[in-house]
């Protein structure tokens, strides 16, 4: 029998896109806030305690630290799909922007900082490949460059915040450095109340092409489908995450990531001592 549906990713725009693509906007400001905040909050930090210049840019770093993970959520999301991690990573990244309020421990807050990151990191990763996975190619490319207009709303606005949050005392920095579980909850609210679907090219890859045909004719319309290719192509299989530290992903792309950590640290701690202590980053 002749196959006559027609390739949903050749469908035009619908409601299901933009909630998609609503659903991954808040939560990209919600990780440009969090990324832009830490700045304010430890400049404020050593204003009421002893903070070392290292552990200021450690600190300070610790989310882009977490970012370096994107590989390997990439990898855990190809494992459990992308929609049960875009559906839990947004509250805990608020919990652990929370939990900054409980403690004062550097070591802990960097800890905290590098689970942000890795939340970050999943929003990045997963809910860049579900879009994609579920827009129109022609739109593809458009919509996801117009991403970091909201990424860069959420980085200008945790600026905002940092200066406008006041009245805490000694607490303000911490107040103002968890002050992301806003825009987090945000995020996580929207995802739950407009609940995103889960990836039909996902589901054709984990042979589930009944229910992954289902779901497009259910938010696309009857006369939608998987392509041909999808629905012939086998079972992918399953990849242990033993294979992101073999080659040809090792060493050289782990190397990448320690640079870009390193990096990280230098460009923070440069940063800070340049607007908070001119004449020690002098003697630097």
């Not at 200008?156 to 968890?178: C, D, E, K, P, R």
């Amino acid at each position: 029998m002749e196959y006559t549906k027609k390739n949903y990713k050749k469908a035009p725009l619908s409601s299901i896109h933009f909630r998609i693509y609503f659903a991954l906007a808040l939560g990209q400001i919600a990780c440009g806030f969090a990324l832009g905040i830490s700045g304010t909050a430890l400049s404020q930090a050593t204003d009421y305690i002893n903070i070392p210049d290292f552990w200021v840019g450690l600190i300070g770093a610790g989310s882009l630290i977490g970012l370096a993970g994107s590989a390997l959520m990439g990898k855990i999301a190809d494992q459990f799909g992308r929609r049960r991690m875009l559906m839990l990573d947004m509250y805990l990244f608020s919990i652990f922007s929370l939990l900054q309020l409980a403690t004062m421990n550097l070591v802990i807050l960097f800890i905290l900082r590098i689970l942000i990151g890795l939340m970050i990191a999943i929003d990045y990763t997963v809910g860049n490949a579900l879009l994609v996975e579920w827009l129109p190619v022609k739109e593809s490319g458009r919509l996801q460059s117009q991403l970091i207009v909201y990424w860069t709303i959420g980085f200008i606005t945790s600026y905002i915040a940092g200066i406008l949050i006041t009245g805490f005392g000694t607490h303000n920095w911490q107040v103002i450095l968890a002050s992301s579980v806003v825009p987090g909850l945000m995020a996580a609210i929207y995802r739950s109340i407009f609940r995103i679907p889960a990836s039909p090219s996902w589901l054709a890859s984990q042979g589930k092409n009944k229910t992954a045909q289902k779901l497009i004719q259910k938010h696309l319309g009857k006369k939608w489908g998987l392509s041909l290719k999808q629905i012939r192509s086998k079972k992918s299989k399953a990849v242990s995450l033993k294979t992101l530290f073999n080659p040809p992903l090792s060493p050289k792309n782990h190397c990448w990531w320690v640079i870009l950590c390193l990096s990280g640290i230098f460009i923070f701690r440069y940063q800070y001592l340049l607007t908070n202590s001119p004449k020690k980053y002098e003697s630097w």
